[in-house]
Nanobody, 122 residues
């Protein structure tokens, strides 16, 4: 059984920054792709970013390129999402996920965290 626990969400003013963390247990973390997704109220879940097992390759949704950075610490089984210059449209529940496929499709991930709320005020 794999457990993913997100943290770091909260309320921030537009232009501010947040760093989300996702701690993993129950699987050989360093062997798997990690992804971040988000779901805004009334919208479908969407891909945000992914990072390969070694951390040498990253992939971003066009909407967050240059603003968000995904990274991982395999020694501590944790993946991060640094979010800068936040806007109200970034308000959503952010989820981390673990899987074996290098993909932006949520169906390619095996386990999901419970999510952490990010609210950006204008």
């Amino acid at each position: 059984q794999v457990q993913l626990v997100e943290s770091g969400g909260g309320l921030v003013q537009a232009g501010g920054s947040l760093r989300l963390s996702c701690a993993a247990s129950g699987r050989t973390f360093s062997s798997f792709v990690m992804g971040w997704f988000r779901q805004a109220p009334g919208k479908e879940r969407e891909f945000v970013a992914a990072i390969n097992p070694s951390g040498s390759n990253t992939y971003y949704a066009d909407s967050v390129k240059g603003r968000f950075t995904i990274s991982r610490d395999n020694a501590n089984n944790t993946v991060y999402l640094q979010m800068n210059s936040l806007k109200p449209e970034h308000t959503a529940v952010y989820y981390c996920a673990i899987g074996r496929l290098w993909t932006s499709n949520g169906a390619g991930y095996d386990y999901w965290g419970q999510g952490t709320q990010v609210t950006v005020s204008s």
